[in-house]
Structure formats: structure tokens, C-alpha cells
């Protein structure tokens, strides 16, 4: 097993050289690690968590078109050719394929317990500090305003919406981030979300006050 783990690490960290930073190598890392985390009190297999947790950004289907079966096709086929089994690269394949937050505003169609791990460890790197830097960094690359208080955040985005949205990064807090705590699969990764929540509240009560000039 740790040989197809630091096959698999390879593989990733060159793919992901030329990554934007909020899907870079570190985010993958930052996964893997609350993927461990969340395995020390949650079970579920670690050799499917932990693959899917290196695998599941290979290929983000905002940056292809939309194609969401660029990733799973990919990873598949990379595991295959350092002889994994089939029954193994198959549930890899549909985690990664029905655990984005896009996915899951759709129709959910798989669903097991090796998915609820790997999604709550990439939901929990989307809040608290990092969740902060993110949505920032992210917004920075796509030449988002910061905050613009004209423009109201919207509730209950559709995923056509969701994809399409160019609205300032604050919104995105209301739009994604602070719904992600109840979101949470395993009791775990609920607990862990409590704290990281609290902090982006506080950060968004100081960044208001900071907007309007108070001290
Ligand atoms: P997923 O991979 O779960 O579908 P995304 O790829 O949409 O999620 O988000 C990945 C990261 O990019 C997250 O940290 C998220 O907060 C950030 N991000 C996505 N969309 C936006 C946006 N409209 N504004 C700011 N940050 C965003
Ligand atoms: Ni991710």
C-alpha cells in the first residue's frame, strides 16, 4: 500500500505543478492530512479514503469546460497503470466524480462512507483561515471584487447558478462557506467545523466594521 500511495503522490504533485493555489499540491496535502485525521476516529477504508483524497482535483472541471468526467477518467486510468485493483479504482472513480459541492447540489446518485470522509476533509480545507485564503486567492484569480454591500449574496443557488455566479467574494461566504458546517457527513469533521465556522464569522464581523471605518 505505501508503495501506490507514493506512486500516487508522484503522479499528483506533477500534475498540479502549474496549479492555481487554492487547488495546488497543498490543498491536496491539507486533504489527505484531515483525511488521516478523520480516519482516526471514523472507519472506513484507508486505502480508497486516501487515494481519492490525493485524486480528487486532478482535473477540476472548472478549468475543463465543465467536464466533470475528466477527473475520474484520469484517475482511473493512472491507477490502473500502476496495477491497482479494479474493485479499488472503481470506487475512487464515483467519490470523485459525486463529492464536489457542485455535485452534491445536483442529483446525488453514489454514496458510501469512504465518500462522507474524503468530502468532509475537502469541505473543512473551504473553511476556517485557510477557507478565508481560498475564497480570496480564488476571487483574485478570477478578478472578482472583494465585496461590493450593493449586491446582495443569494441563498439556495441552483448548480447552473452556482457555476455561473461572478458576484464578490463575500458573497461566496453566504453562498457556500458558512453552510458548510451542516454539511459535515461524520461526527468528526462536525466537531472540527464548529471551531473553523466561528472564526469566518468573526472574520466577517471585522471585515464590515473595517469597511464602514469603525475602530
Ligand atoms: P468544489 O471543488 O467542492 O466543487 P470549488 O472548486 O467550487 O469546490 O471550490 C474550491 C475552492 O475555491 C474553495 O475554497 C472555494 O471557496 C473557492 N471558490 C469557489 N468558487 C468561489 C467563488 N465564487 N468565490 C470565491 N471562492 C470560490
Ligand atoms: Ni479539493
Keep these: 500500500m505505501q508503495n501506490i500511495i507514493d506512486l500516487t503522490v508522484a503522479f499528483v504533485q506533477d500534475r498540479l505543478k502549474f496549479a492555481e493555489a487554492g487547488h495546488d499540491w497543498w490543498h491536496i496535502q491539507r486533504v489527505w492530512n484531515n483525511t488521516k485525521l478523520i480516519l482516526e476516529t471514523e472507519s472506513a477504508d484507508r486505502l480508497v479514503c486516501e487515494l481519492t483524497a490525493l485524486l480528487h482535483d486532478i482535473a477540476d472541471s472548472k478549468f475543463h469546460d465543465g467536464d466533470e468526467t475528466i477527473g475520474p477518467r484520469v484517475a482511473g486510468e493512472f491507477l490502473a497503470s500502476i496495477g491497482v485493483e479494479e474493485q479499488v479504482i472503481e470506487q475512487v472513480k464515483l467519490i470523485i466524480l459525486n463529492m464536489s459541492f457542485k455535485a452534491s ?20 480545507d473551504a473553511i476556517g483561515a485557510i477557507g478565508v485564503a ?13 465585496y461590493d454591500p450593493n449586491i446582495a449574496p443569494k441563498q439556495n443557488l441552483s448548480k447552473e447558478e452556482y457555476k455561473k455566479t461572478s458576484a464578490p467574494t463575500i458573497n461566496h461566504f453566504y453562498e457556500k462557506l458558512l453552510l458548510l ?35
Design 105 to 124: 447540489l445536483g442529483e446525488v446518485t453514489y454514496h458510501s462512507k469512504e465518500l462522507e470522509v474524503v468530502q468532509d476533509a475537502d469541505r473543512l
Design 134 to 146: 481560498r475564497a480570496f486567492n480564488y476571487g483574485g484569480y478570477k478578478n472578482r471584487e472583494m
Design 181 to 215: 458546517k451542516d454539511k459535515m457527513n461524520t461526527p468528526t469533521a462536525k466537531a472540527i467545523a464548529e471551531q473553523r465556522h466561528q472564526f469566518m464569522e468573526m472574520f466577517l464581523q471585522q471585515f464590515y466594521a473595517e469597511w464602514e471605518g469603525k475602530r
